[in-house]
């Protein structure tokens, strides 16, 4: 009986410890632990948030550490979402949403199409002019994202831009364009060019090659760009700060420092609403982080 | 041909309408009853989605005539020497009326400054047409939206019947380039607009003295001496309003190095952690990349208040473990060295002033950026050791290499390829990223967290100093600059880059 | 159906050649192969005739049309590609069907064609699926049937088997030949693999450094190698060359080698006698080169000492190593040949059948 447990037990300690070679138990558990560590910093803070948003209104200044707090509530959730009747206040999360997903949206739709069109030149022609316009593409890159804000800022306020979505929208696609660019460039360039010369000799014009052959082969990889630069512009603060000032624009990120600023009531709230901005995102990241990641190094490491 | 009927070719697109009105209602009728509470309505979405949607054609449909203009001129020939003459005029008048409003786009935006006058009339021309247009489309009745996007297709009309004349007295031929141009042409535009415009006119705004008080570039003055001026005010003076150049950027390398050594060892150590057969491995995974996977924004708003005094995480841990330690000294008071030891740190950990004092501010922010940053390099970093084949390793092993040496001489340098594009990028993009730093910290106390972008950052959009900034944000641009061309210099050129 | 003409043919990549100055006739019907070691150019040539690439100068002709400044798509021409290029979004059926659908032919025909193709090449049951479902071979059938399918002038095949394993290659080579047979159409086929070019060919051209060697049937290939590059390269193992030169030595014609003198046969030595004096390389094919105990009859048989340094058994036959004095070469002698590594033996050269070149020009003397 005994050796019969203790074997269970050897079991279950051994599908735990699969070691690498050479690896003691002793090493195993350290290494565990590490990681667990490691994990835990990784995650409490943001549990912290979750935790927050749970806290009813009377008990936000608190030392308490316990993750979910003692009476839990989901009072924050409901006035971000539906405002609150009895102040006979209005929610603007919906519509701080909406501005962002328009105008990130948008710039990603722009973005993608223009680098689909011209990434395919820079893979597959060689034209005067090409080394130039990649390493050019690049050196963009290395520009610091305010630095051009600053005459995007004058050029659009003479155009009367300032304060609309529109003009969000350009100022997004100054550093999204040549990033989408690059991203599809690496795509293309693992498309193998004999699909194309099998297709010219098939009877298809060079147009018909684009839109039958490489087109449909790169809709994951058109996605995948979709993604990346929507993921740039989601959660952008500095650049929206500077071009909308009015309140029925603002994006999420600048609706949700409104609550932020203060160490008051609304600390709850924006908790709230970081968390239900944080899931999705989080939940779409860690789905697609496997390609994101392949794109980073097609697109970033390799060059 | 297609014996399909058509009711079922567009089924799919039915059952797709049908299911977002279903969505629509569904959602409508849960809302119902809080919708006074929300701000958002159906008809702000539609009026964004028309204003979006204009946006869109008139962008598209100005790329479209720009590339049918080109595409003739590359694949279109005249027949004769009659039509050749038509063609070419046409053409002409074309690209100056083009030329025309991109100038006319230069005044506007300030670049070049015209008086009331025949000059300014002619570059203006093409727009006053299409004004005229618009507010003879008004004439007739129609609403000022509704008239400009009338007038767009009236021009769109024009253009197309224009282009096909052209079409009809013209041969086709054929153009090696011309493919290659048309397809990087509406990039180039972009391009041209988004990033060259800007950049010229930075440089011209940073010879000039425009700010708050100039409004910008109304009233602004332009002339060397400005510029020189901003440059000696950038080294001598205060780049935002406390804080001089050399400290800033003093204070920016360190944040540049101390991130960078962070990220790359905590990712490097992680990934080794990680990079062995285990259980849970995908799980410690998952949950490591975490911090990547939270937007910035919300991390750092978080932790903003994380960081308060009082009732933040950071200062009751640290209250936390004083208490713990301070009661630990006093059962220990009697113990000799351990007694010691254990009342100089109850005296010393404890909780800090993050916000005032400009140390601690200064941490705090770090903390945040190395937290949100070691993720991304421990994947990179991961990837770089899954393609290591693990052949390399037993052949070591059997040279007798011990683990060091293992990860000194095999692991190090076959991680290279991967690990320095990653440390190079790490460094240009930490260097470039303060929105941690302006969102916890705004650059305060005293601007003691700014680093140079921060500081730029200010300069432009809290102190107004438009002339100044442009001049500042040259500076940053030329020290990144020759740090790019030094890694490019170190690593072999660009050739990996354009093939 | 239609010959092809290449026309003092030249291909430039910026300073490298790589078609220099090549002319041929390809007859109506013809299977003819384009072989030569890698990089040599052959590939290029191809796919100059293909559109896939520009010529320099000179002129290729499809039928009697110049075709220098026509797009692929107009040349009426099929190719098959070494990676066989299908197209991965579409099934069997689109990938075939691809081509006809581009050229507007009706459903129909599109369908019939498609299906006689996937008949003849017994795919029929795989027109559904995508070609990452299919196996190399099977990758191998459907971009031939959609070549097939086109009804081209002119097949171009870029080294089509080399992705396939030793025992489907030579399966598909026998259907490739059938398939020549079947269409009446002109084949142009390039390949580095000898054995495929003598197997399926009706005409072969051997190409080295860009440069036309030879081009003729396989058997005169074989048997009258222009030159010493075509000699090595056409037949396995290849033919043993000796360093030598030609001399009259007591009235006869001889070769002599740093290591053995051979008397040329009286009906031969007519033809060389003029060359006496000459700088040459000999040279004379393994299987001409006999064990001493398996003399094949009347032949003008010479013994040569060597030692055996290599045995290869190959259940047939037998391919000796041997070493004489400072030449080095193979024989393929009868299987019962009981030489052994390590022994000092005597082995016959067949004189009726070697081949001699000029040591300058390496061109064959005749």
């Known amino acids: ?303 | 041909m297609d014996e399909t009927p058509l009711i079922r070719r567009f089924l799919p697109y039915l059952y797709w309408l049908i299911g977002l009105f279903l969505v629509y209602f569904v959602v409508n009728a849960l809302i119902a009853p809080y919708a006074s509470g929300i701000t958002l309505s159906v008809q702000i979405v539609i009026r964004r989605l028309i204003e979006i949607g204009g946006f869109l054609l008139a962008i598209f449909a100005g790329l479209a005539i720009i590339e049918v203009y080109f595409y003739q001129i590359f694949f279109r020939q005249p027949r004769t020497i009659l039509t050749a003459w038509i063609v070419r005029i046409l053409q002409g008048v074309f690209a100056g009326m083009g030329l025309l409003m991109v100038l006319a786009f230069f005044e506007r935006t300030d670049l070049f400054r015209l008086q009331e006058g025949l000059l300014r009339s002619i570059l203006y021309f093409p727009n006053t047409l299409v004004d005229g247009l618009r507010s003879t489309l008004m004439g007739i009745g129609l609403t000022k939206d509704s008239s400009g996007w009338m007038s767009g297709v009236v021009l769109i009309v024009i253009f197309a019947g224009l282009f096909f004349l052209n079409h009809q007295l013209t041969v086709p031929r054929s153009s090696k380039l011309g493919m290659a141009y048309l397809l990087v042409l509406p990039a180039f535009i972009g391009v041209l607009v988004l990033i060259i415009y800007p950049f010229l006119f930075e440089i011209k705004l940073a010879f000039s003295n425009a700010s708050l008080g100039t409004q910008a570039t109304k009233n602004a003055q332009y002339g060397l001496i400005y510029g020189w001026n901003n440059l000696v005010t950038l080294f001598t003076g205060t780049v935002a309003k406390d804080a001089t150049f050399f400290e800033v950027l003093g204070r920016t390398v360190l944040w540049t190095v101390i991130n960078v050594v962070f990220h790359v060892s905590g990712g490097m150590a992680l990934a080794l952690l990680l990079h062995r057969p285990m259980k849970l491995q995908g799980f410690y995974r998952t949950l490591l990349v975490f911090p990547w996977a939270v937007p910035t924004t919300i991390v750092a708003m978080a932790l903003r208040n994380e960081f308060d005094s009082r009732y933040g995480l950071f200062n009751i841990l640290l209250s936390n473990l004083n208490s713990w330690l301070v009661d630990v000294s006093q059962g220990m008071v009697s113990v000799p060295v351990l007694g010691e030891m254990f009342a100089w740190l109850a005296a010393h950990i404890g909780p800090v002033s993050w916000r005032q004092d400009p140390f601690w501010a200064f941490v705090s922010v770090l903390i945040t950026n190395i937290w949100l940053g070691i993720p991304f390099m421990m994947v990179i970093i991961l990837g770089g050791l899954q393609s290591i084949s693990h052949e390399y390793y037993e052949a070591a092993e059997i040279d007798g290499a011990s683990k060091f040496q293992q990860f000194r001489h095999i692991t190090l340098p076959l991680l290279r390829p991967v690990l320095t594009p990653a440390v190079i990028l790490g460094v240009v993009w930490t260097f470039n990223k303060f929105d941690v730093i302006y969102l916890i910290t705004q650059g305060g106390p005293q601007e003691k967290t700014d680093i140079l972008v921060s500081s730029m950052y200010k300069a432009a959009f809290s102190f107004y100093r438009y002339g100044f900034t442009a001049m500042f944000a040259l500076v940053i641009f030329v020290i990144l600059l020759a740090f790019a061309l030094v890694y490019l210099r170190v690593s072999g050129g660009l050739k990996s880059v354009t093939e | 159906m239609a010959s092809v003409t290449y026309r003092n043919v030249v291909k430039k990549f910026g300073d490298v050649v790589a078609v220099d100055n090549i002319s041929f006739h390809v007859e109506d019907k013809e299977f003819l192969v384009l072989v030569g070691p890698s990089g040599c150019g052959k590939t290029t040539a191809l796919r100059l005739l293909a559109g896939l690439e520009e010529v320099t100068s000179g002129e290729i002709l499809i039928g009697d049309r110049v075709v220098n400044d026509v797009p692929p798509k107009d040349r009426d021409i099929a190719m098959v590609f070494q990676s066989y290029a299908l197209y991965p979004h579409m099934s069997v059926f689109d990938n075939m069907a691809f081509g006809l659908k581009l050229r507007k032919m009706p459903k129909e025909e599109i369908k019939r064609r498609v299906y006689e193709a996937a008949e003849i090449l017994g795919i029929t049951n795989l027109l559904n699926r995508k070609p990452r479902q299919l196996s190399g071979g099977q990758r191998q059938r459907v971009a031939v049937g959609r070549a097939i399918v086109r009804e081209p002038k002119v097949f171009l095949f870029d080294e089509p088997l080399s992705n396939l394993d030793a025992k489907l290659r030579v399966q598909m080579r026998a259907e490739l030949a059938k398939l020549h047979q079947r269409l009446q159409t002109t084949f142009m086929y390039v390949t580095h693999d000898q054995v495929e070019a003598m197997t399926m060919a009706t005409r072969i051209a051997v190409i080295n450094s860009g440069r036309l060697q030879q081009i003729d049937t396989p058997q005169n290939l074989y048997d009258h190698p222009a030159n010493l590059f075509v000699a090595g390269f056409i037949g396995s193992p290849a033919m043993n060359f000796f360093a030598g030169a030609l001399h009259m030595a007591d009235g006869k014609l001889v070769v002599e080698t740093d290591d053995f003198v051979l008397p040329i046969p009286a009906e031969r030595a007519v033809q060389y006698q003029k060359y006496a004096g000459r700088k040459i390389v000999f040279g004379i094919r393994p299987e001409n080169i006999h064990d001493v105990h398996f003399i094949p009859p009347n032949i003008h048989g010479e013994r040569v000492n060597v030692k055996v340094d290599v045995t290869e058994l190959m259940g047939n036959e037998i391919f000796l190593y041997l070493v004489s004095g400072k030449n080095s070469f193979v024989a393929r002698v009868d299987p019962r040949c009981r030489l052994r590594v390590g022994d000092q033996a005597q082995v016959v050269f067949d004189m009726d059948k070697f081949h001699i070149f000029d040591a300058q020009t390496e061109e064959a003397l005749r």
Do not use: C
């Not at chain 1, 990603?108 to 223009?114: D, E, K, N």
């Not at chain 1, 520009?143 to 306020?157: C, D, E, T, V």
């Not at chain 1, 100054?174 to 098939?202: H, M, Q």
């Open chain 1, 1 to 303: 009986m005994t050796s019969t447990r203790f074997s269970s037990l050897r079991r279950a300690l051994r599908w735990f410890f699969v070691r690498s070679r050479g690896d003691s138990p002793f090493k195993t558990l350290l290494i565990h632990l590490a990681l667990i560590g490691a994990s835990i910093i990784a995650v409490y803070p943001v549990l912290r948030v979750v935790t927050i948003s749970l806290r009813p209104n009377d008990a936000l200044l608190t030392t308490d550490l316990r993750i979910i707090p003692q009476n839990a509530t989901l009072d924050n959730y409901r006035t971000v979402l539906f405002g609150d009747p009895t102040k006979n206040r209005q929610s603007d999360f919906f519509l701080w949403l909406w501005n962002s997903f328009s105008v990130v949206a948008v710039t990603s739709i722009i973005s993608v199409i223009l680098a689909a069109v011209s990434a395919y030149a820079f893979s597959r022609f060689r034209f005067p002019g090409r080394s130039a316009g990649l390493v050019f593409l690049l050196t963009t890159q290395m520009i610091p994202a305010g630095m051009l804000l600053l005459p995007l800022f004058i050029m659009l306020a003479q155009l009367r831009m300032i304060n609309t979505s529109l003009g969000l929208i350009i100022a997004y696609s100054v550093s999204s364009v040549p990033l989408t660019i690059w991203t599809l460039k690496g795509y293309y360039d693992t498309i193998p060019i004999d699909l194309e010369e099998a297709a010219l000799i098939d009877g298809a014009t060079r147009f018909t090659v684009f839109t039958k052959i490489i087109l449909p082969l790169s809709s994951p990889a058109l996605a995948i760009a979709f993604l990346f630069s929507f993921m740039g512009g989601w959660s952008e603060y500095l650049v929206a700060r500077v071009v909308l000032q009015k309140n029925d624009l603002y994006t999420w990120p600048l609706g949700i420092f409104t609550y932020a600023q203060q160490f008051t009531v609304a600390w709850g709230q924006f908790a709230a609403a970081s968390v239900m901005i944080a899931v999705p995102v989080m939940v779409l990241f860690l789905y697609s982080s496997k390609w994101l990641i392949s794109g980073l190094t097609l697109g970033s490491v390799k060059g």
